[in-house]
């Protein structure tokens, strides 16, 4: 019985025959006492406390922080302390105490300065500025500020910001590593490539690449790297630094679904472009031929009359601008005749010549203003198709008016007739022509525009779909179509959200169609935002600054 007792103090017998061990006792820790003051102790705020000797700051065990430990610690490491009076010790502590808040202080200063230094650095980064401009012009202009509308206690504080050329280019290579990390580790079992290669003012070919990768709410788009390429500029050169970079960090190919560049040959021969390399690691990969490349390819070619008149407004415009002292005189001959501008207007008797320059100011204009539709971040062959095939249909227009000699389309032209007594017959015959070869020119370099921008439809819009065109797509996906366009949550969602964000949405509740939506708004269009990065790659790497890091 007595055994049995014994034994029933450590465990207990369960409803199920089972023995469950009786819960062991909380841990037991020493702890400290005012009285520890005298023998010069205080203790941490960790738990269980530790004993921390305020004259040496050496921090003992919780089982130390017995009276006799401590005394032992005091007589043999501090034994001029020992008889000392209370205030003494007290006086100590105080003092202690004291400069461990000035410790913390100036921590919390020493990480407030790093995280301006990275802040500032992110801002000159930004700006496109030489490095050395956060030390030479902000620092001392931020110390002048601080001085004048503060104190001097904020000045000093704000020298203490380390903004030297090498700290901010350090900061600038961090944060750009741990961007690219974060863009990687989002990155699913697909994403597009968007790759463009320049020459920048050393010589240097330079070789951007943008990715664009669907994450949980929308499409986004982030530059991968920029780099050197050390020799020749061939498609087994760019592939190898490509190659190198999905190496780096990690990327496979069989991932990469679709790519857009340009045409050259580097890109897209057939046996040794780089997309013939990258397809023999994906041979599923889908090329897009740059929008902006293909519209400024059919915008390029005129008849020969147009060329000649071209060449020659060229050459006048490079006499009087290559020159400062053409250039008044030209300006100063312009104010006198009363001219709306004062540069570059050209004054001659042909105005059969004229009006075809004319002309050829206002169709530009038209080309110009397409150009600039393309270009921007968060494109898709969808929209950029949509203002190809709109810029097609006013072109059609326009050659219908004109072949009646209605010029009204083109304003300079039309003032110009109007005022003028021109033979409008070989004018009309000029304009015709060329609008007739421009839009042929437009319908070679995109063949399939048409087709696709009807075959998407059900993309753009599911909610205003034709039966004819729902029709043309599986049934498994009508299906998933008519669920969609007869949810009106869905439907609201599409008057609030961007295209991509919709389908993002789409995707968690019909995955399927979800998926194939995305995967027609996932490639690149254009190579603008390699064509961006060249843009800004101009203003950083100048003459006088032409080292990245400076």
């Known amino acids: 019985m007595e055994s049995w007792l014994k034994r029933s103090s450590n465990s207990f017998e369960n409803t199920e025959g089972q023995v469950a061990k009786a819960k062991p006792e909380p841990e037991k820790f020493r702890l400290y006492l005012e009285d520890y003051v005298l023998i010069g102790f205080t203790s941490t705020s960790c738990n269980p406390p530790k004993a921390l000797c305020f004259f040496c700051g050496e921090k003992l065990a919780n089982s130390s922080m017995k009276p006799a430990h401590l005394q032992h610690h005091l007589k ?45 650095s992110l801002l000159v980064a930004k700006a496109k500025k030489p490095f050395t401009i956060a030390e030479d012009l902000l620092l001392p202009a931020a110390v002048v500020l601080a001085e004048t509308m503060l104190d001097k206690n904020a000045a000093e504080k704000l020298k203490t910001v380390p903004l030297s050329n090498d700290s901010v280019c350090r900061r600038v290579d961090t944060m750009g590593t741990d961007i690219v990390e974060q863009v990687v580790g989002k990155l ?36 991968l790297f920029c780099k050197s390429l050390k020799g020749k500029t061939t498609g087994e050169d760019i592939f190898d630094v ?30 040794k472009g780089l997309i ?5 690691e994906n041979p599923d990969v889908m090329w897009t031929h740059c929008v902006i490349h293909r519209e400024a390819l059919a915008s390029k070619k005129m008849s020969p009359v147009l060329h000649d008149i071209l060449n020659s407004s060229i050459k006048v415009i490079n006499v009087i601008k290559s020159r400062p002292l053409n250039a008044r005189l030209f300006r100063r001959l312009c104010e006198n005749m009363g001219a709306e501008h004062t540069q570059l207007l050209l004054h001659t008797e042909d105005t059969d010549w004229l ?43 326009w050659r219908r008016a004109c072949a009646q000699e209605d010029f009204t389309c083109f304003p300079q032209l039309d003032d110009f007739l109007s005022s003028e007594d021109v033979d409008r017959a070989p004018v009309k015959l000029v304009i015709v022509g060329h609008l007739t070869k421009l839009i042929q020119d437009f319908h070679s370099y995109f063949p399939d525009m048409e087709e696709k921008s009807a075959q998407l439809d059900w993309v753009r819009n599911p909610f205003l779909l034709s039966k004819a065109n729902r029709s ?6 009508q299906e998933k179509l008519l669920e969609v366009s007869s949810d009106r949550g869905l439907q609201m969602k599409f008057a609030m959200f961007t295209l991509t964000q919709f ?48």
């Open 76 to 120: 043999t490491k501090h034994g001029c302390h020992v008889d000392n009076p209370p205030d003494l010790f007290k006086r100590k502590l105080s003092e202690f105490r004291s400069s461990q808040d000035t410790m913390r202080k100036d921590s919390t200063t020493s990480a407030k300065a790093l995280e301006a230094s990275y802040a500032v």
């Open 188 to 223: 699913s079992d697909s994403f597009s490539l968007q790759l463009d290669e320049s020459t920048d003012v050393s010589g240097n070919a330079q070789l951007v690449a943008f990715l664009r990768y669907v994450d949980t709410d929308d499409i986004y788009e982030h530059i």
């Open 242 to 271: 490509v190659n190198a970079a999905f190496c780096e960090n990690d990327l496979r190919w069989k991932s990469c679904s679709s790519i857009c560049t340009d045409a050259a040959a580097s890109m897209t021969g057939s046996a």
């Open 276 to 280: 013939a390399h990258i397809k023999k």
């Open 355 to 397: 009006a075809k320059l004319c002309y050829l100011a206002d169709i530009f204009s038209k080309l110009n203003k397409l150009n600039m539709s393309l270009q921007g971040k968060d494109t898709s062959i969808l929209n950029l198709y949509d203002k190809v095939g709109g810029f097609l249909k006013k072109a059609e227009l």
């Open 472 to 477: 043309k797509l599986p049934v498994t996906y």
């Open 503 to 550: 389908w993002v949405c789409v995707k968690q509740e019909h995955p399927d169609l979800g998926q194939k939506a995305l995967e027609q708004l996932l490639p690149f269009a254009s190579t603008y935002l390699c064509e961006a990065s060249f843009a800004a790659m101009t203003v950083i790497k100048t003459k006088q600054r032409n080292r990245m890091s400076h």
